[in-house]
Nanobody, 122 residues
Framework: QVQLAESGGGLVQAGGSLRLSCAASGGSFGDYIMGWFRQAPGKEREFVASISWNGGRTSYADSAKGRFTISRDNAKNTVFLQMNSLKPEDTAVYYC???????????????WGRGTQVTVSS
């Protein structure tokens, strides 16, 4: 089945931007709902954004609205998360995930990457 690999994390100052990428292999990428989640130390994994199979529908956590943009390029088997106006509260490991329904819960996603660290300094 599909395997996912995130990249693009790193250190950034508050107010800066990062673009995360998630490359998929071993599956029919275009058939999956794709989502981004994040997990800070000692916290539960939380929903950030999701996108439908054709990119026509997106959903964002309240904390991400207006700052983050999810997109996908099915021809390249890649999903992106553009993060602008970053805040220290955004510091977390960011994971991409693939599922079959457009939901915001971790349990609705079947495949996960190993994560990429995003650290926002103040």
């Amino acid at each position: 089945q599909v395997q996912l690999a995130e990249s693009g994390g790193g250190l950034v100052q508050a107010g800066g931007s990062l673009r995360l990428s998630c490359a998929a292999s071993g599956g029919s990428f275009g058939d999956y709902i794709m989502g981004w989640f994040r997990q800070a130390p000692g916290k539960e994994r939380e929903f950030v954004a999701s996108i439908s199979w054709n990119g026509g529908r997106t959903s964002y956590a309240d904390s991400a609205k207006g700052r983050f943009t999810i997109s996908r390029d099915n021809a390249k088997n890649t999903v992106f998360l553009q993060m602008n106006s970053l805040k220290p509260e955004d510091t977390a490991v960011y994971y991409c995930a693939a599922g079959v329904v457009l939901r915001t819960s971790v349990r609705h996603y079947d495949h996960w990457g190993r994560g990429t660290q995003v650290t926002v300094s103040s």
